[in-house]
């Protein structure tokens, strides 16, 4: 039996993630969807995004008839519940552009049953939901209206979105009970009820904010710990053991790495400082987190560059086996990726470069190398490379052994570690086999 009919506006990364596990949690579900690329692939029972257990789910949910999409609005109207997961994009005033949720409200607002319980998780600015999305929805009678951050981090999403609590904060008490309720019964996380949507909003832009400026901390760690020829893991590690607070909790310093990119850090925190200017406030932080994260592809490539210029005087004769260009480890997002201002670098010093992503589709990859084929193959990638630049830490590059590696390469390659994957026996052995090997910051 159905727990209910459920609309998910906005059937993209996070869309198709939150539609397909409550559909395969019992609810009927209709994901309304303007990109005909995304409706092809759910009907054919593929997934859109290269996400773990994504197209499984697909799979069982579209076959049980669970799962259905349309680019029609009217397809939402027998639906109780419709939550909202459009993109809120970085305008170019460094603001959060909130049109698409404006659209998305106007789109289903004919079609929405009394009584309806309206949630937004796309990522927004503080008074979005109560004074953008409310005053559009005053007419229809009862509805219930609340803002629930989504949190969850690709990669890991099918797995997050069923863990990580929930935080619910509605425009009104009666919306926030109904909000907190909904996702009680339909999942088994913990749901925290905050006062407002205000307050919500603003969670999600301090979690963001918390993670881009810690992210920065482990950057400017990780380049001082180059300078200073010690490893910054090393540093973190220890400093990490620290009992710091009256709840017992840690100091918790991130791990740095050749930059932070993907949809959400990148603009989030320049939400926040614009939010400071609109009060009247400088903030300081929002704005160095970003600068500091932004130059750390630069860095990367930086020691690449300083690194094989030791050995050889003419690039080009340099062959460069990047390894992974999505923007984070084990997904196919090449949104606003970091590696992208690395490959760059390296391209416009004249080396010549090689590329391989196993996770990535011809759509991804545009955003990053218009013009070099992205290869799938690991091992051919690597064959006689002078530098394997590990930027994205797909599983699958770890599954190669260390001595393989150094069979496949170079003598001598350098080992460039953009993701601190590698332990220190690792490092060793490398050294041992007469590679190089170098990370962001050890
Ligand atoms: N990607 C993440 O990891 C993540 C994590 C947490 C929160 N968020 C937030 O969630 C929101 C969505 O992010 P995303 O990564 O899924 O973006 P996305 O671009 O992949 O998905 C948004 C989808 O909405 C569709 N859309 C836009 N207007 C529409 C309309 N009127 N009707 C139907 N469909 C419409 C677009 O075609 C697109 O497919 C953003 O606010 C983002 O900040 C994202």
New binding site residues.
């Given amino acids: 039996m159905s727990k209910g009919q459920v609309a998910i ?8 993630v939150i539609g397909t596990v409550l559909a395969d949690r019992g609810f009927q579900v209709i994901g ?4 005909p690329h ?1 409706l092809d692939c759910i009907r054919n029972k593929k997934s859109p ?1 290269n996400e773990p257990s994504l197209e499984e789910l697909i799979q069982r949910t579209v076959t049980a008839e669970r799962l259905f999409v349309s ?1 029609d ?1 009217a397809s939402i109207r027998d639906c109780e519940t419709v939550i909202v ?4 994009p970085l305008s170019d005033d460094y603001r959060a552009d909130t049109t ?1 949720i404006e ?2 409200i106007k ?2 607002r004919p079609f929405l049953q009394k009584n309806v319980l309206v949630m937004i ?4 600015p503080p008074f979005t939901t109560s004074e953008l999305v409310a005053p559009l929805l005053r007419e229809i009678e009862g509805v219930k209206i609340a803002f629930c ?6 990669g890991n ?1 099918i797995r997050e979105f069923q863990s990580i609590p929930i935080v619910v904060g509605g425009v009104d008490e009666r919306s926030g009970k109904a909000a907190a309720l909904f996702w009680k019964q339909a999942l088994d996380t913990d749901v925290i009820e905050v006062s407002s949507a205000t307050t919500a909003e603003m969670v ?1 832009l301090s979690d963001n904010l918390w993670i881009d400026l810690n992210i920065a901390l482990a950057g400017e760690l990780a380049k001082l710990a180059d300078r200073l020829g010690i490893d910054v893991l090393e540093v973190i590690g220890a400093a990490n053991t620290l009992v710091k607070g009256a709840k017992g909790q840690h100091v918790n310093i991130l791990t740095p790495s050749v930059g932070v990119g ?3 850090l990148t ?2 925190p320049w939400f926040v400082q614009q939010l400071g200017s609109e009060y009247g406030l400088e903030l300081l932080l929002p704005r160095t987190g970003r600068i500091v994260n932004d130059g750390m592809p630069l860095y990367s490539a930086s020691l690449i560059h300083s690194h094989l210029s030791e050995r050889f005087s003419d690039p080009s004769r340099v062959k460069i086996a990047v390894m992974g260009i999505s923007f984070k480890n084990n997904t196919s ?1 090449c ?1 606003f990726t970091p590696t992208k201002p690395v490959i760059d670098e390296l391209l416009s010093l004249g080396y010549n470069l090689e590329i391989c992503d196993p996770w990535t589709s011809e759509e991804d990859e545009k955003l990053v190398v218009a013009d070099l084929p992205v290869n799938k193959n690991i091992e051919e990638t690597i064959r006689e490379a002078d530098c394997i630049a590990f930027l994205a830490g797909h599983q699958e590059f770890y599954s190669l052994s260390i001595e393989r590696i150094a069979e496949l390469g170079n003598e001598h390659a350098l080992i460039f570690d953009g993701r601190m994957f590698f332990k220190r026996e690792d490092i060793e052995k490398m050294r041992r086999l007469g590679l190089t090997y170098k990370g962001v910051g050890r």
Avoid: H
């Fill in positions: 506006v906005g059937f993209g990364y996070i869309g198709s309304v969807e303007k990109n995304i995004f680019a609005p997961t459009v993109g809120t698409q659209e998305a789109a289903i998780k796309s990522t927004v951050p989504e949190r969850l981090a690709e999403a999600k993907g949809y959400c603009k989030d997002d949104r």
